[in-house]
């Protein structure tokens, strides 16, 4: 099975300098900021993620997330939007045809936080 190692070979700038840019980014940082908005921030971006499941010569299978600098942000965007989203505890991405997923992915995306908020108590 290869290994992607993209993005490791790339030039060496300074990480903290470089993580904190990125942090600089997150349109997550606003609390009005839903997840929708975070996708359409992105879509209008061209950002595309892959997902892939990967079929290790040993153990569980693995998931892929793979895509570019802005790309791992978009993602880490939407699952802070969606970690801390007042009205809704799931947001998914359909395919076919959505432009944030790549073309060859066979996967959408599916965010849920934990607890539900769909589910009744027990009690
Ligand atoms: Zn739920």
Redesign the pocket.
């Known amino acids: 099975m290869g290994q992607s190692t993209e993005g490791l070979t790339g030039p060496k700038r300074r990480p903290v300098r470089q993580k904190r840019a990125l942090a600089e980014r997150l349109l997550s940082l606003n609390p009005k900021v839903r997840p929708d908005d975070v996708t359409a921030h992105y879509h209008k971006r061209g950002v595309k993620l892959n997902l892939q499941i990967l079929e290790p010569d040993e153990g569980a299978p693995l998931v892929l997330i793979e895509g570019d600098r802005r790309a791992l942000l978009f993602l880490a965007d939407l699952l802070l939007a969606q970690a801390t989203d007042p009205l809704d ?2 947001f998914q991405i359909l395919l076919p045809a959505n432009k944030l997923i790549s073309e060859k992915s066979k996967y959408g995306l599916y965010v ?1 936080a934990l607890p ?3 589910e009744r108590p027990t009690s």
């Open positions: 505890c799931g849920h539900c908020s769909h």
